[in-house]
T-cell receptor, first 114, second 115 residues
């Protein structure tokens, strides 16, 4: 009964293709985040959202876009994938009422762009 | 702006030995600090967090960390390593300020536990 789910878990695609990664949560949290993880670089924030009408760029948003379809759903799109977007992508959520912003992570999507 | 530095991208210890993973932070406001663990092929899960109050924080699986403001550190320790502790560990700092809140992560430390 995972609280934060991500689909797909693994994806191989080709340069130039459009791809969407999806995140759903049952925690009832308002805040949702997309990160990418690269070896030696840790987690870097791509986009975040505090409610359905709120979208904010993170530190590495170029080449990505997001959609917050509902409180529980936050999708990440790569309009034209390139090889250096090969990475592990994580979705996370947190409760807007939590002043410390403890975040809860999904299992990740491993994306390979050939 | 916040930042986190984790010294040592790889740490190897023997089973039963002390685990020490180092984390130093930079923050313009009183920090909220976290340690997360990532087991192979899994997402990150919270080990422990420091918000306010007691500076020695105990977490899951026997880990603890001490917040030292004078040293801007939040090192993670465990008295006796177990094989199941092999994972990657991330230190993070929260930039809490009203409703705008993000976590800044360190680059991670991979812990190897040997027999």
């Amino acid at each position: 009964d995972a609280d934060v789910t991500q689909t797909p878990r693994n994806r191989i695609t080709k340069t130039g293709k459009r791809i969407m990664l999806e995140c759903s949560q049952t925690k009832g949290h308002d805040r949702m985040y997309w990160y990418r993880q690269d070896p030696g670089l840790g987690l870097r924030l791509i986009y975040y959202s505090f409610d359905v009408k709120d979208i904010n760029k993170g530190e590495i948003s170029d080449g990505y876009s997001v959609s917050r379809q509902a409180q529980a759903k936050f999708s990440l799109s790569l309009e034209s994938a390139i090889p250096n977007q090969t990475a592990l992508y994580f979705c996370a959520t947190s409760d807007l009422r939590d002043p410390y912003n403890e975040q809860f992570f999904g299992p990740g999507t491993r994306l390979t762009v050939l | 702006a916040q930042s986190v530095t984790q010294l040592g991208s790889h740490v190897s210890v023997s089973e039963g030995a002390l685990v020490l993973l180092r984390c130093n932070y930079s923050s313009s406001v009183p920090p909220y600090l976290f340690w997360y663990v990532q087991y192979p092929n899994q997402g990150l899960q919270l080990l422990l967090k420091y918000t306010t109050g007691a500076t020695l924080v105990k977490g899951i699986n026997g880990f603890e960390a001490e917040f030292k403001k004078s040293e801007t550190s939040f090192h993670l320790t465990k008295p006796s390593a177990h094989m199941s502790d092999a994972a990657e560990y991330f230190c993070a700092v929260s930039d809490w300020g009203g409703t705008a809140s993000k976590l800044t992560f360190g680059t991670g430390t991979r812990l190897q536990v040997t027999l």
